[in-house]
């Protein structure tokens, strides 16, 4: 794991400025010798000789039919990495026709269900999702993913990645997955529905509950959230504490020097029920997945949406787009620098170390991650990439609020990891349901606190 100014330093080199690095653009779109294509040396070697004595190429043998089992967090049709996943699939296929890449498409809370119902049985697919640090740990001590470090080193693969970021998921110096973005927290809002409501942006937490108040006044939805994915409620309750503590409560309670009991914790707490009780989210939130709920922001039924830099490319191509800026997360009680964020470096994937078919998909996802930057570029799905860009966002076509999002990695002066990516699981999911009751009722603060210290006390 990494040291919190090598952090800092690692979301400030993801600042994708108009005109970025090139990402290995001379790899030719990925393809080489261990793509699916012969070696040379196997080439030379196909030669018999006739009954006239010379050399002739013998026919090639057919390759046998490979299929690669391919989980992955791109289920929403209208996500613009659902099209860049099949089209970079469909182009390895066509070239690899012995290769049959099948898609097991969910949302992020059903996959990390099924992967664990898989560890446990030790039939991991053949890449599957992970998330860094904490979440990953269990599996690589399980021994249930292949080391990647061989496979980064071909073609530069390595290279295309942004300085530092694979240290989230290296253990014992193996890099067990490879990332797809690196991503700040912030608050995506409708400027028309802002308008209708006769609001402005809030620059602190209690005047961003009196716009909720008043959105709901005018019968316009303040707020959106896929709590049915407990994850979400979490990220956004884990900014309020970044502003009422500031980096590194989690760390401390780890290191003994604090409890959850801590005022800090317990004001964020409150903070957040506020936020809840003025009817911030819509109702039955806990009922929403994530895709539900972000859907509510992108066709303008909701004004105000709190989540990952990565939604910015689903947004700029939905119906909203051009209708959309962006704030950060404010002050609480006046509380804390709004130029803190929470860090989110991404979700990654991972090769299972029991694959049938090792080889074959090592050569895929290599392919798959050299590609990644160019086509999720193409579909306006770069903002936040793990992976260095090559190209001009704003000739491309990137909206007012992508340049934005943009602009905010450069003010970025550091912040926190999300819960779940810090401590261990037993205390995550304590945490998680903790927080996700608290959409359907209010709870004492105080209590909530004594929770999540009964949950960590019990799981260390």
């Known amino acids: 794991m990494i040291k919190q100014s090598n952090l800092i330093k690692l979301v400030l080199a993801g600042v994708l400025a108009a005109s970025l690095t090139a990402c290995g653009s001379g790899n ?3 393809n080489n010798a261990n793509s699916g294509g012969e070696t040379d040396a196997g080439k030379n070697n196909a030669a018999t000789t006739n009954n006239g004595g010379t050399n002739a190429p013998a026919e090639e043998p057919k390759k046998e039919n490979v299929t690669i089992t391919f989980q992955n967090i791109y289920p929403d049709p209208t996500d613009p990495k659902n099209g860049m996943l099949k089209k970079i699939v469909a182009d390895y296929e066509k070239a690899n026709p012995h290769v049959k890449i099948e898609l097991d498409s969910l949302n992020t809370d059903q996959q990390k269900l099924k992967l664990k119902t898989q560890a446990a049985s030790k039939e991991v697919p053949d890449i599957t999702i992970v998330n860094p640090a904490a979440q990953m740990q269990p599996f690589v001590e399980a021994n249930l993913f292949a080391p990647l470090n061989d496979m980064v080193e071909q073609n530069g693969l390595k290279d295309t990645f942004q300085e530092g970021i694979l240290d989230w998921y290296t253990f014992d110096n193996n890099l067990y997955a490879l990332p797809d973005g690196n991503n700040i927290g912030l608050v995506y809002y409708n400027k028309e529905l802002f308008e209708q409501g006769g609001v402005k942006v809030p620059t602190t937490f209690e005047e961003m509950v009196d716009v909720v108040k008043a959105l709901k006044a005018k019968g ?6 896929g709590e049915k994915d407990s994850w979400t409620g979490s990220f956004l309750f884990m900014n309020v504490l970044l502003r009422t503590n500031g980096p590194g409560f989690l760390k401390d309670v780890a290191a003994g020097t604090k409890t959850f009991e801590d005022p800090a914790f317990v004001e964020a707490v409150e903070a957040f029920q506020n936020l809840v009780q003025a009817g911030a989210f819509q109702e039955g939130a806990t009922s929403f997945d994530y895709n539900a709920g972000e859907n509510l922001f ?3 039924k909701a004004a105000m949406y709190y989540m990952g830099s990565w939604a910015t490319g689903g947004i700029e191509t939905s119906s909203v787009n051009g209708k959309v800026g962006v704030f950060k997360f404010p002050t609480v009680g006046g509380k804390g620098n709004p130029n803190e964020f929470m860090l989110a470096p991404g979700s990654a994937f991972a090769i299972s170390a029991n ?33 260095k860009v090559e190209g001009d966002f704003k000739a491309a076509g990137y909206s007012d609020m992508a340049m934005e999002v943009l602009g905010l990695f450069k003010e970025v002066q550091g912040g926190d990891l999300s819960f779940d990516n810090t401590m261990n699981p037993g205390t995550s999911q304590g945490h998680l349901t903790s927080i996700q009751n608290l959409f359907v009722q209010k709870k004492d603060s105080a209590e909530v606190a004594k929770e999540h210290q009964a949950a960590f006390e019990s799981n260390k």
């Open 298 to 300: 992108k066709t303008g």
């Open 28 to 30: 030719n779109g990925g």
């Open 220 to 225: 316009i939805q303040p707020m959106a959230i």
């Open 355 to 387: 694959s049938k078919h090792l080889q074959e998909t090592k050569d895929f996802l290599n392919y798959f991650m050299l590609n990644f930057p160019k086509e999720a570029f193409a579909v306006k799905g770069a903002v936040g990439l793990a992976q």
